[in-house]
């Protein structure tokens, strides 16, 4: 009874707080016709797909369209994606816009901004529809915080039951899709209807600006919480024939903490009722045409992995040398080689450039700090990269085996990855073929000058007096 008068106070705080700020002036030229939010919950990356039809109202034509977060879902969001709509149904068409953060002085109790720009703008009285895809990470909290391994995990998930947006909304509903059908309690708005999985709150019509009420559902979530707390990958290219790549992984189940003893018997013999929250493996995807793969951690290599690969791509199932439970981590590296003809190419005007994937191959992991080292060939100058969405850029040098004045390795960080980063970015650079020649001619003139010294050596006398002939 305690915890559910704290969830009902803090349910009264957070609406009172957010009604109590100064709201700014709606925009008079835009308003929301209809607008329908879906919140995919089966992953604990959460997946929110917005559909708006957006219709100018006012007398200028507009180009631009906000999108508002609460202060917490800003902090969390990873991707945000929009396009605009055109047909029906199977004839539908997606142009993708540019969406870009903002910043607004009159926004109410720190609300923050995205700006949609539209391919063109919406003039008096006509209306456009948008698909609006965002992802928040970190937004499942584990409640009970600690489960037995026989025990389900189960979370809380807080939101609105209406749209937090700047523009008045004629109509709207959401609905929230949960993994099982198991869900503890949830905030009840009227009207709010629940069916097996789904959860609708609404349909709520002629709602004004910055209209807020707050819900939470606790429901059971067993899906695997792997958290990646620091990734570097290593792309070392080399002119001789190939690429290759080293990962180096910290692991951590995120989920809700392991309490008392692990049984592995247990563990192995009620596969289905122990340690469901838990898991023992991954699968990593990887380019096609991979060669020399190797997976390994501190004590050695790991043979618990299975490859498959074909002209698409190659998947690797990987096994830690024990389950994850809550709170348990695991530190592995995973290496391997690809061709260099699938991913280095040359421009017209003989600039060489790297195209390869940018994110965490590991299928639904969140990965709070990601960095990507592009070590160049020794010789390479005047790097760039171009990457699909903001990362740190930095430059750094690296000496490796027989380099005299070292490589330059570009450095990309980027916090907060979700599998909707795994998109192609590029390093520019500019290389001469001379350089391909310096280390032979050093290995060469190193063997030249011990065969000289030897020869030199042979033929030189060193006694001190010289033998008389009898």
């Not at 106070?9 to 002036?25: D, N, Q």
């Not at 009722?273 to 190797?294: I, M, N, T």
């Amino acid at each position: 009874m305690g915890a559910m008068a704290i969830l009902r106070l803090a349910l009264i705080f957070t609406s009172i707080s957010l009604l109590a700020g100064s709201s700014p002036s709606p925009s008079p030229e835009l308003q929301i016709v209809t607008a329908e939010r879906r919140i995919d919950l089966n992953s604990h990356i959460v997946k929110v797909f917005l559909t708006l039809k957006v219709e100018n109202i006012g007398e200028s034509p507009a180009s631009e369209v906000l999108l508002a977060f609460s202060p917490t879902e800003a902090d969390r969001l990873a991707v945000v994606k929009a396009a605009t709509v055109a047909g029906k149904k199977k004839k539908k068409s997606y142009f993708p816009l540019d969406v870009k953060p903002t910043d607004l002085d009159d926004g109410p109790n720190g609300t923050k901004y995205y700006l949609i720009h539209l391919l063109k703008p919406l003039g008096k009285g006509e209306a456009i529809s948008l698909e609006v895809l965002y992802m928040l990470t970190h937004s499942l909290e584990p409640f009970p915080a600690e489960i037995s391994q026989s025990e389900s995990q189960l979370v809380y998930y807080r939101d609105s039951a209406k749209i937090l947006s700047p523009y008045s909304i004629k109509q709207q509903a959401t609905f929230l899709k949960t993994p099982t059908s198991r869900v503890e309690s949830f905030t009840r708005v009227v009207p709010t209807d629940r069916a097996n999985t789904e959860l609708r709150y609404g349909p709520y019509e002629e709602q004004p600006p910055y209209s807020y009420s707050p819900v939470i559902v606790h429901f059971e979530n067993n899906n695997a919480f792997a958290v990646v707390e620091e990734l570097v990958r290593e792309i070392e290219i080399s002119h001789w024939g190939s690429i290759q790549v080293t990962e180096h992984y910290k692991l951590v189940h995120a989920g809700a903490r392991h309490k008392g003893v692990f049984s592995r018997v247990e563990y192995q013999s009620r596969p289905s009722h122990s340690g469901v929250s838990s898991f023992k493996h991954l699968l990593a995807e990887l380019p096609p045409r991979v060669h020399s793969v190797y997976y390994r951690d501190n004590i050695g290599n790991i043979s618990s992995s299975r490859l498959r690969t074909n002209f698409k791509k190659s998947e690797l199932l990987i096994e830690p040398r024990y389950p994850l439970f809550g709170g348990w981590k695991s530190t592995f590296v995973i290496g391997y080689g690809v061709p260099l003809e699938d991913f280095l190419f040359e421009a017209a005007d003989g600039t060489r450039y790297l195209n390869y994937s940018f994110g965490c191959p590991l299928a639904e992991t969140v990965v709070e700090k990601l960095t990507v080292k592009v070590v160049l060939p020794e010789g390479s100058n005047n790097p760039s990269a171009v990457v699909p969405f903001p990362v740190e850029q930095r430059a750094e040098r690296k000496y490796s085996y027989l380099d005299v004045v070292g490589r330059t390795v570009v450095v990309l960080e980027k916090a907060n990855v979700v599998p909707e980063h795994n998109s192609p970015f590029q390093v520019y650079y500019q290389f001469s073929p001379v350089y391909m020649l310096a280390e032979p001619l050093m290995l060469t003139s190193v063997f030249f000058l011990f065969f000289m010294a030897c020869v030199t050596y042979l033929h030189l006398d060193l006694s001190i007096s010289k033998n008389k002939q009898t």
